[in-house]
């Protein structure tokens, strides 16, 4: 490779790296935020627990990535699992039938899409060379 496919692949590696460092440390402070709100309402709602799991299933990700150097795919299927749930409990009785339908529907769509990822994995695994998960 050359001098500079070198220099730019590890100026691209660095500012990736500084990008998933910014959204670790702003999920932190969003983590901190959403404790303080807890604290200052003293109570704990199930939609503050899903928000607390999404902003773990975030750090999860930024912490394989940095790791791996590769993205799980099921981590953003999960946060979306979890945001659509979240989503569900704060505006169910505010949403009309088809809405509620939709958003249900949309997360079966993406539990369907975990388990057909999983299943891919165990019947059809990578080749040690692709570095695949």
Same mark, same amino acid.
């Given at each position: ?41 003293? %109570? #704990?709602?199930? +939609?503050? *627990?899903? /928000?607390?799991?999404?902003? @773990? ?5 930024? !912490?394989? $990535? ?35 339908? %939709? #958003?249900?529907? +949309?997360? *079966?769509? /993406?539990?369907?899409?975990? @388990? ?5 994995? !165990?019947? $059809? ?9």
């Amino acid at each position: 490779m050359s001098d500079n496919r070198m220099l730019g692949s590890r100026v691209l590696d660095a500012l990736q790296h500084i990008g998933l460092i910014i959204v670790a440390v702003a999920t932190v402070v969003a983590v901190g935020i959403e404790v303080n709100t807890m604290w200052q309402n003293r %109570t #704990v709602t199930l +939609a503050d *627990l899903l /928000l607390m799991f999404i902003y @773990l299933e975030v750090l999860a990700m930024v !912490a394989i $990535y940095l790791r791996s150097g590769k993205l799980p795919i099921r981590i953003p299927l999960y946060i979306a699992i979890v945001a659509l749930a979240r989503y569900l409990i704060l505006d169910m009785k505010g949403m009309d039938n088809w809405r509620l339908i %939709t #958003v249900a529907g +949309a997360a *079966l769509v /993406l539990a369907l899409a975990v @388990l057909a990822i999983r299943f891919g994995h !165990a019947k $059809y695994p990578y080749d040690k060379e692709e570095g695949g998960h």
